[in-house]
């Protein structure tokens, strides 16, 4: 395994090097195999890397867009990951509507997520009990280490055999549709953005605490395959 680490002064300087290095990895995914697939989360920071991307000239149409997770609303509704993807970078990149794999996030949860499970295994043409290998899967991480809706505690952190399953953050009073442990741990590349002075504690806990992701689930990273950590300087201040 391949763990890198990068701290950039602020978050838009993050946002930026993570850009840059996922244009990287999708470049190569595409001379490998004339297409590549990227996985993207939500969030503040991430909106900061979405609109450096879309500002610059890429070959959109060899791409296809996923989500690692989504809330369980309208694409309209100003919650969705989908809407603010959409309005920051697939309408601005011109990526193709076909790329685009989003989740149902205004269908029922359990719906939504069986829906998704199948758009996957169909796109990469799994059979029975294989996981699909994102050439590139971006996740984030919040205060309490959870990432994508894997939230500390959780038993979906114990599952290594679905692809996508309905998820009720009672913290949020909230429906989520979210990826998988098996699907996060097989990606080619993980590539984490975390920015804020927020994420120190749990940053800290992710790379120094004992290994227990179901405690501190973006530990799961540390069982990837090539891992890269983005940090600012705010949300690194507790590696030093």
């Known amino acids: 395994m391949s763990v890198q680490t990068f701290t950039a002064p602020d978050a838009q300087a993050a946002a930026d090097a993570c850009a840059r290095h996922i244009f990287g990895l999708l470049k190569a995914a595409i001379a490998a195999s004339g297409r590549a697939s990227l996985a993207i ?57 076909g790329n685009v794999h989003r989740i149902l996030g205004e269908l029922e949860p359990a719906e939504a997520a069986k829906r998704y499970a199948a758009e996957i295994g169909g796109f990469f043409g799994l059979k029975g009990g294989e996981m699909p290998r994102f050439d590139v899967l971006h996740r984030g991480m919040g205060p309490d280490a959870h990432t994508a809706s894997l939230f500390p505690g959780h038993a979906l952190i114990d599952d290594r055999t679905g692809m996508a399953a309905a998820t009720f953050a009672e913290k949020l009073n909230m429906w989520r549709v979210t990826m998988l442990p098996g699907v996060l741990l097989a990606a080619r590349n993980t590539v984490f953005l975390v920015a804020g002075a927020d994420k120190v504690d749990a940053l800290r806990s992710v790379f120094h605490a004992p290994y227990d992701p179901k405690k501190f689930p973006s530990q799961l990273a540390n069982d990837g395959d090539s891992v890269a950590w983005f940090l600012d300087e705010s949300a690194a201040a507790g590696l030093l």
């Open 41 to 97: 989360s939500g969030g503040s920071t991430p909106k900061l890397m979405f609109q450096k991307m879309a500002a610059t000239p890429f070959a959109w149409d060899r791409v296809h867009l996923f989500f690692v997770d989504e809330r369980c609303v309208p694409p309209t509704d100003s919650a969705s990951n989908y809407r603010m993807a959409n309005e920051n970078l697939i309408t601005a990149a011109k990526i193709p509507s």
